[in-house]
């Protein structure tokens, strides 16, 4: 009964999400699918106040907007903070779909604040709300209600990419709190992980809903070439100390010795991921580490589907 959310910056999951009778939701400057960042329902935190954890990805998301690398300004957090109940309040009157806010709703409430803090907030907003990309300024007119469900983000563009990321986990979010209402478990996979870990903001958000997402009944997984970027992040070690399963392929000796001194790999067990072959490697789970090889048979039709090569991909 679990259901299964793709995070797929790179457009590579539709085939086989198709082929499983799944839902792709592509996001892009030009698509007609939208997803709303303001989303949010009344079971979204553990309290009976949904809006202090949204105001979390909220601030998140404007720090990333505003592209501060130390994070915004305490002065311009407690505005935020202060017109979220305002945008809020006619949805928490009345829970209707057509109630829920949207990005433009945040802009306007902020543009009515007096303070000049508030007046740079919004133009940082402008372009997301009445510009070139507006592509997160509409209500969720998808349904999610296919158990299994991909997001392909592969056109956002480098501008837009990262958000689009947090704002799909902020999605996958909504549909954890209603699932463990449900008493569902909620499987979420993230490709390129590690762009969500190279910026602060959405580091920090990340892990926090790394952890929630544990307690919630939710089964995140993180998926990565980019190894040096992922160690590279402050936040590297809240994502191990939450992590129960680890695979690991072929790395690259600079990679070996850092994930070495992580993990606690002997010698011997990092030679399963030196100049390993295909389908080989190590699994730790738990305190357990087991090398394996996977010869998975390429003739089988879920190989077709699943291969990323590009002269596989064309000939099929």
């Known amino acids: 009964n679990d259901d299964i959310i793709v995070c797929d910056p790179e457009g590579e999951y539709y085939p086989l999400v198709n082929a499983l009778g799944g839902q792709v939701i592509h996001i892009a400057p030009n698509s007609h699918d939208y997803i709303n ?18 105001s979390d990805f909220i601030l998140s998301l404007c720090e990333l907007i505003m592209g501060r690398r130390n994070g915004i300004e305490a002065e311009e957090k407690s505005v935020i903070d202060r017109c979220l109940p305002m ?24 543009r009515a604040q007096k303070e000049e803090k508030a007046q740079r907030i919004a133009t940082a907003l402008e372009i997301y709300v009445n510009g070139s990309l507006k592509v997160f300024n509409h209500q969720t007119n998808v349904q999610l ?36 209402v449900a008493h569902k478990s909620t499987r979420y996979y993230v490709d390129e992980f590690h762009l969500l870990l190279k910026e602060e903001q959405t580091a920090a958000y990340s892990i926090e809903i790394w952890k929630r997402f544990r307690k919630w009944g939710g089964i995140p997984t993180g998926i990565t070439q980019n190894i ?35 993990l606690n790999i002997s010698p011997y067990q990092l030679s399963y991921v030196t100049n390993s072959g295909e389908g080989e490697g190590l699994l ?33």
């Not at 209600?145 to 956002?156: E, H, M, P, T």
């Open 228 to 262: 040096k970027d992922l160690l590279a992040s402050r936040e590297i070690e809240n994502i191990f100390e939450n992590s129960d399963f680890i695979y690991m392929l072929n790395q690259a000796s600079g990679d070996r010795q850092i994930l070495a001194g992580h």
């Open 37 to 54: 960042p303001m989303d949010i329902n009344l079971d979204y935190s553990d309290d009976d106040n949904p809006l202090g954890f949204k």
């Open 284 to 316: 730790f789970y738990g305190n357990i580490i087991i090398p394996f090889k996977d010869r998975f048979d390429k003739s089988l039709k879920l190989y077709a589907l699943m291969t990323t090569r590009p002269e596989e991909v064309k000939r099929e």
């Open 145 to 180: 209600s296919n158990r299994i469900v991909c997001f392909d983000i592969k056109d956002l563009g480098k501008q837009l990419k990262k958000l689009g990321m947090l704002i799909v986990q902020d999605q996958v979010w909504n549909r954890v709190t209603l699932n463990r």
């Open 87 to 110: 945008v809020y309040q006619k949805y928490f009157d009345d829970p209707v779909p057509e109630n829920m806010p949207i990005l433009g709703d945040l802009y306007a409430t902020l």
